[in-house]
């Protein structure tokens, strides 16, 4: 069953991911070569403790694993999951990936987005730009009425279009008072599959795009996703909700960001 919220789920929807896009924008501010993902994220712990939430990362468990981290950042080769560490410095030429995942009086809010340090390829910059173009589109098929197989249809024909891959080993998916709900949201698919889009849905839409081949592969800490041949990625995020006069996203960065 995917989750709908009334009227307070959706208030409350609506605050905890306005703490997670003004995390993330303050975050985003201290991304400079030089840097470590150590710092970032020691900064993302204190950012979202200084907003009055929690991070919905640090602990976050599978299975005897508990990611240790507050935060996901991730560098040039690296999809999802990428742990802070003080031995990864920022460099120009780097895309790094923010990913937050706040928890606010019970309620999540998920956001992420790919930053290059210039100078990049042109390639590069093209796959940021691409990947962030796909994540509108997915948006916008958001309709009620549609079902999710139409946005997926729609991030990964734009994104093959441009002569990139789609990541397949993680998808988007529903979010609400827990990080993970239903329904499993693929960044490829079928027009007209999957569940019907209804009002009060709550969902997390987040093409991961690679410049090579789709394939991934976990390193040795079990969560630090890659690319299998080795080049860059990137990730943009948004909390969506559904509604009968279009999709509303919820993770709107700060008046004037």
């Known amino acids: 069953m995917i989750p709908i919220k009334d009227k307070t789920g959706i208030a409350h929807m609506r605050a905890s991911c306005g703490v997670a896009a003004s995390v ?5 501010k201290l991304v400079w070569p030089g840097v470590t993902t150590y710092d ?36 040039n080769e690296e999809v999802v999951h990428g742990i802070g560490s003080l031995k990864r410095v920022l460099r120009d030429g780097d895309v790094v990936t923010l990913d937050v995942v706040v928890e606010y009086h019970g309620y999540i809010g998920d956001n992420a987005v790919t ?9 590069v910059a093209e796959l940021l730009r691409v990947t962030q173009e796909a994540l509108s589109i997915g948006i916008a098929a958001a309709t009620v009425g549609n079902r999710i197989g139409d946005i997926s249809y729609a991030v990964q024909r734009y994104v093959e279009g441009h002569g990139f891959s789609v990541v397949r080993d993680m998808v988007g998916h529903g979010v609400g008072r827990t990080m993970h ?5 693929p960044n490829f698919g079928k027009r007209g599959t999957g569940d019907r889009i209804k009002p009060g849905m709550t969902l997390a839409i987040e093409p991961m795009v690679n410049l090579g ?28 909700l559904t509604t009968d006069h279009g999709p509303e996203i919820l993770t709107v960065p700060p008046i004037g960001a």
Request: net charge positive; charged share 20%.
């Open 40 to 75: 970032l994220d020691q900064a993302a712990r204190d950012i979202i403790a200084r907003h009055g939430a929690k991070s919905a990362c640090h602990g976050y468990q599978i299975g005897s694993r508990r990611y240790p981290a507050y935060s996901c950042i991730s560098v």
């Open 24 to 28: 993330l924008y303050e975050l985003k």
């Open 213 to 240: 081949g789709y394939k991934t592969k976990t390193l040795a800490d079990g969560w630090t996703t890659v690319t299998a041949d080795g080049m860059p990625s990137a990730h943009f995020e948004h909390t969506v």
């Open 115 to 123: 930053i290059p340090l210039l100078p990049v390829s042109p390639r």
């Open 181 to 185: 709900e239903e329904p499993q949201i």
